[in-house]
């Protein structure tokens, strides 16, 4: 599904941020830019975490206006946070499926799937602390795959592991994205994430979010916000 | 290294370590030595160990039972006078317990403001003296507290946790499950003991409040037998009576949860997604109530202190009562800072050992120490004329725990903030001490310097034990004066004490802050 934004502002405190762009369904769309620049206030009020003081954020062409966060056909994972640290990995997992971790046989059985599709089969019942950040992020994933929405919000998931690491868990991301036919909007600092699963990239910088580019373009011939923030 | 630091922070630290524990060992090996020629406790006694448990409990029990719903619409609701009302919260802690006792009669007791309204509606009066009285002031003192504890571990949550549950559509059921239930879990028992231990060696409110044979404490027991019957045995037995409770619950507490860290954590509002209209009223309503239980003694003791009568010698007293507040405030800052420095340079095992057996040894309760010093010095010097050395020295001394709750985690955030880039500089001796130990830590310095000083103005505790009936300080006074039912003099006393506490909190807090702009990093 399309993620638009309809000549939407968002405000927090002295900081302001614009944007009337659309998002393409169905593929992975990297937002890059400088830190403070606003990226992680974007996917907020995109989420509804943030109400926008003006415009409207549409998706498949449905106003999102006054949607709470539940209502609206998306999943977010956060950079850190994404678990709770007294429940089990089954059970952080299962979250995604009711809220109140009451579950039939069935809904065991898709949780101890969605585990094993990331690569945590065996160890259903560890916690959080016992896990690496590349695992905690696994698990994360698999919660998101047990809510199919249409359109994944990802703020910077990875900013914490090794590029071998990261490369694998923006591979596995991408593969499961592909197969529910979700769009993906991935906010990153790294110009690599973006190559490896992003068909286009948007810029948000000077407090305005710019139209995506197809990628290879884009950082063949960045513009100059992308340009300062790169480096060369 | 940083040379020539280490060998001083041991040299100072041991003694004032060992200066603690000698003005505490002595005292209780003096009691123990006494104990053999007493002949138990006496029913009397042990109907005051039953008491003091019993009212210790309750309160704990109340005042956690109403902190978390308190605690709760603090921590979601953002609104006009949220840091007044956090002010609020905090001013009982350094508020003098008899202003607090004088302000809760004032609205509660006989002829209180709820007992006009009952009148005027042909209703019986309140009469809260005994078990509700003690238990009204402890609530009073330990809500707030514990409020704070709880809103601590609120604030703690990381914002995306609420977040998460509201995209996943957590009804506030849900929420209570995944997150509230395991901060109560990990914050109340913690909370309870804390407030358990107040309770049971809290003396001026059962001074003021309690008394007679259904509620008399342990402490007002040892006071009774001291001042009244003069029976030395007694009172040593029924303070170690008093000491094994007080070892017992801190020894619990000390395995329950290590203490927590103590000053001004940064308490934000955290947003969340499970609301509801009926939760907003609540919230409101919680808010208002707490604002009037808190605020309305305050505002009478300010509205009777402005109109009462100016008693004989309260200038004396007021110059008393500043002079202890200030030498307890060197000594606690001198024994607080040493030892702290002493407990931080030797991490580890036998650092944490220092602080458990610092938290246990000054478990005993002022009046275990000022009775065991009674017996030391009476048959060489008259304890009437040591009265005042005896409470700074037993004051500041009490407040050594809390200047390690302040001191530690200021000291280990220098540590890993500046202490290495010290060493790696060479900066040693006192230009370390100028140049990085100073301005990292004036605003803990500043804030428990005001904490000592307001304790020490307001304690009406081991004094009463030496002090005769000539030597004033103010709380001696307003006791005196309550309890000769001399209201209108008491009011003036009691606002002329709380305004110096407040004063002197506000100074060394603001004097410490100053020029500071890195408060929370």
Redesign the interface.
């Known amino acids: 599904m399309a993620v638009t934004l309809d000549k939407l502002e968002i405000r927090q405190g002295a900081f302001a941020l614009r944007g009337d762009v659309t998002f393409a369904p169905g593929q992975s769309t990297a937002i890059i830019g400088p830190s403070g620049g606003g990226k992680s206030t974007l996917l ?1 009020a995109l ?3 943030i109400a926008p003081v003006a415009g409207r954020v549409l998706i498949n062409g449905q106003d999102q206006q006054g949607r ?4 609206r056909p998306l ?2 994972i ?1 950079q ?3 678990l ?1 640290a ?2 089990s990995l089954f059970q952080n997992a299962a ?2 499926l009711c ?3 009451k579950l039939d046989a069935g809904q065991r059985a898709q949780v101890h799937a969605a585990l094993d599709r990331v690569g945590l089969s065996g160890r259903a019942q560890d916690r959080p602390a016992n896990l690496s950040g590349g695992q905690r992020q696994r698990v994360a994933l698999a919660r998101a795959m047990l ?1 199919p929405r249409a359109v994944l919000l990802l703020d910077e998931p990875f900013s914490g592991l090794g590029p071998a690491l990261r490369h694998e868990m923006l591979d596995l991301f991408e593969k499961l994205r592909a197969e529910q036919g979700a769009s993906l909007l991935m906010v990153t600092h790294n110009p690599d994430d973006a190559r490896r699963i992003a068909k286009s990239v948007a810029v948000v910088a000077n407090g305005k979010v710019d139209p995506p580019r197809a990628t290879a373009e884009l950082f063949a011939d960045p513009p100059a916000a992308l340009r300062d923030y790169l480096g060369d | 290294m940083a040379l020539g630091v280490k060998p001083v922070k041991t040299l100072t630290g041991s003694i004032a370590f060992l200066a603690i524990a000698f003005l505490v060992m002595a005292p209780v090996a003096v009691l123990l030595a006494r104990v053999e020629n007493s002949a138990g406790i006496g029913p009397a006694g042990w109907a005051a160990v039953r008491f003091t448990v019993m009212q210790a409990g309750l309160s704990a029990l109340i005042s956690i039972a109403l902190a978390v719903p308190v605690a709760r619409a603090l921590a979601r609701r953002q609104f006009r006078g949220r840091a007044l009302m956090l002010s609020l919260i905090g001013a009982p802690f350094i508020l003098p317990a008899l202003v607090a006792v004088f302000g809760l009669l004032a609205i509660w007791g006989r002829s209180g403001v709820v007992s006009q309204a009952l009148a005027w509606l042909g209703l019986p009066v309140l009469d809260i003296y005994g078990l509700p009285g003690v238990l009204l002031a402890h609530v009073f003192f330990n809500l707030p507290l514990a409020t704070r504890l709880l809103l601590q571990g609120w604030s703690a949550v ?1 914002a ?2 609420f ?9 506030p ?2 929420t209570f ?3 509230e239930r ?1 901060i109560l879990r990990a914050t109340l028992p913690g909370a309870f003991l804390v407030i358990f231990l107040f309770c049971i060696g809290s003396f001026a409110v059962v001074l003021a409040l309690g008394g007679g044979p259904g509620a008399t404490t342990v402490e007002l027991a040892i006071y009774q037998a001291l001042r009244f019957s003069f029976d030395l045995p007694a009172a040593a037995m029924l303070a170690m009576v008093q000491l094994a409770l007080a070892l017992g619950v801190t020894l619990v507490a000390l395995v329950v949860a290590r203490p927590a860290g103590f000053g001004a954590g940064a308490l934000r509002v955290q ?1 969340r ?1 499970d609301d509801a209209p009926w939760a907003r009223r609540l919230d409101a309503g919680l808010l208002v109530t707490l604002a009037l239980f808190l605020g309305l003694p305050l505002l009478a003791v300010l509205g009777r202190g402005l109109t009462g009568a100016w008693p004989d010698g309260l200038a004396w007293a007021l110059g008393r009562s500043v002079a202890v507040a200030l030498s307890s405030t060197v000594l606690a800052l001198a024994l607080g800072l040493s030892l702290a420095s002493l407990i931080d340079a030797r991490r580890g095992p036998v650092g944490k050992g220092l602080e458990t057996l610092t938290y246990l040894v000054l478990a005993a309760s002022p009046f275990v120490i000022g009775t065991g010093l009674f017996i030391i010095l009476n048959p060489y010097i008259s304890p009437a004329r040591m009265a005042l050395p005896v409470t700074v020295l037993v004051n500041a001394a009490l407040t050594v725990p809390i200047a390690l709750r302040v001191f530690l985690p200021a000291l280990a955030r220098t540590r890993t903030r500046t202490a290495r880039l010290a060493d790696g500089l060479g900066i040693a001796g006192m230009a370390r001490l100028r140049y990085v130990v100073w301005p990292e830590m004036r605003a803990e310095i500043g804030f428990f310097a005001g904490l000592a000083a307001a304790l020490s103005m307001g304690d009406l505790g081991v004094i009463t034990l030496f002090a005769p009936p000539d030597l004033e300080t103010l709380p001696l006074l307003m006791s005196r004066l309550m309890g000769s039912y001399r209201m209108e003099q008491a009011a003036t006393v009691g606002l002329v004490l709380v305004a110096g506490s407040f004063a002197l909190f506000w100074a060394f807090d603001k004097g410490g802050a100053h020029g500071r702009n890195t408060r929370q990093a």
């Open positions: 907020l989420a509804g975490f709470p966060p539940a209502k999943t977010m956060f850190e946070n994404n709770f007294h429940l979250l995604g809220p109140d971790l809510r | 990381p995306e946790q977040r998460l549950l509201a995209q996943l559509g957590a009804t059921r849900d499950h995944l997150i395991p947003q997604w």
